[in-house]
């Protein structure tokens, strides 16, 4: 399984960006699709952005749609989801995923990550 270490967590106010970075380690990065989940206070987690292995796919819930952008660099192993225009209820746990899917065309659903990072707390203070 590949390894995953998020980072870039922490206390923003409304309005305010955040980065945060998933660093990979023990596969092959580019044979993966990777993507970001969150789970807020008494709510179920919830994919929030995808990406497949070239990074030229991407997926976006509504709710983040034109706010948040997920991107990778494969020479890093490491992914990022850059959040602007952050929101009170975009406050949660986010944990980054990644799904074996070589050379796949477009980005893992749902049901296809198999791999999980230990997640990072933001909290957005409106």
């Known amino acids: 399984q590949v390894q995953l270490v998020e980072s870039g967590g922490g206390l923003v106010q409304a309005g305010g960006s955040l980065r945060l970075s998933c660093a990979a380690s023990?596969?092959?990065?580019?044979?993966?699709?990777m993507g970001w989940f969150r789970q807020g206070p008494g709510k179920e987690r919830a994919l929030v952005a995808a990406i497949n292995w070239s990074g030229v796919n991407t997926y976006y819930a509504d709710s983040v749609k034109g706010r948040f952008t997920i991107y990778r660099d494969n020479s890093k192993s490491t992914v990022y989801l850059q959040m602007n225009s952050l929101k009170p209820e975009d406050t949660a746990v986010y944990y980054c995923a990644a799904a074996y899917a070589p050379y796949a065309p477009t980005w893992p659903k749902t049901g296809d990550f198999g791999s999980w990072g230990q997640g990072t707390q933001v909290t957005v203070s409106s």
């Open positions: 023990g596969r092959t990065f580019s044979d993966y699709g």
